[in-house]
């Protein structure tokens, strides 16, 4: 049997080390459009706070960035580009929430361009699977997988899904990700992961892929595959395929 985790359109859902769960934090993906640049412009500084605590993030080759386990209920987030600053305040943040944050950044402001919120988007809590693999059919899902080691490898075959590392965006040597000693293959369109990482291959097969562990050295999408130096190491990837 391939999986030991299985997600279906039918909903069903089992793991022989436990059912998935409702997850009770959210998460917030923001990505920065910055207009034209000089090419040796330095790269843009970014801090994020929430609740006036602030987290470690890293900013992608695309601009984006995650949060991670944001507060039910309500949220002050105040983003900070170079010298400009932004604050949103939400508020009703449901179970396991995703809210999506577009901000443009000109020289003198910075301002919201989009902000995007599906409550009604299931966000299910995966623990550490020790055996056989992960396969996402459900399209249209956020999961939370806790931090750790994952035998096996995980295929997604679902659109537009979303899957984060349980974690409070630590500094890198307390930060938690979840790596697989297996091949990520995502096979689906429009599929984040965020500081998930494998010792063996990304697979793409479709588009609107991004996969960030940037603590593993880790950035690859489909539009733009980059290999990191450490190419097989403990961390990081084996290698990067396509798949059509």
């Known amino acids: 049997m391939f999986a030991a985790l299985q997600l279906g359109a039918c909903g069903g859902l089992h793991t ?11 998460a917030l993906v923001g990505r920065i459009e910055a207009g034209l ?6 790269p843009l500084e970014l801090a994020v706070q929430i609740d006036g605590i602030e987290r470690r993030v890293f900013l992608g080759d695309d601009n984006t960035f995650a949060v991670k386990e944001l507060p039910e209920g309500s949220a002050h987030i105040e983003v900070t580009v170079g010298e400009q600053q932004l604050g949103v305040d939400l508020a009703n ?9 577009d901000v443009v950044v000109s020289p003198t402001a910075m301002t919201v361009q989009e902000i995007k919120r ?11 699977q020790r055996r056989g693999g992960i396969e996402i059919l ?3 899902s956020v ?21 984060f590392a349980v974690n409070a965006d630590e500094e890198c040597d307390s930060r938690g990700r979840a790596e697989f000693e297996g091949d990520i293959v995502i096979l689906g369109n429009e599929v984040q992961l965020y500081d998930i990482n494998t010792r063996g291959m990304v697979r793409m097969g479709g588009t609107g892929i991004r996969v960030q562990s ?31």
């Open 214 to 244: 940037a603590c593993d050295d880790l950035w690859v999408s489909d539009a733009a595959p980059s290999l990191i130096d450490d190419v097989g190491g403990s961390g990081g990837i084996g290698g990067i395929g396509s798949i059509f």
């Open 118 to 128: 599906n409550p009604e988007l299931l966000a299910y809590h995966l623990p550490v």
């Open 37 to 42: 640049r000089e090419a040796d412009a330095p």
């Open 93 to 101: 943040l449901t179970v396991g929430e995703l809210v999506e944050l």
């Open 138 to 140: 459900e399209s249209n």
């Open 16 to 26: 022989p080390e436990g059912d998935p769960t409702l997850m009770p934090g959210g």
């Open 143 to 163: 999961f939370f997988l806790d931090a750790g080691d994952y035998a096996g490898g995980i295929t997604i075959r679902g659109q537009g899904v979303r899957l």
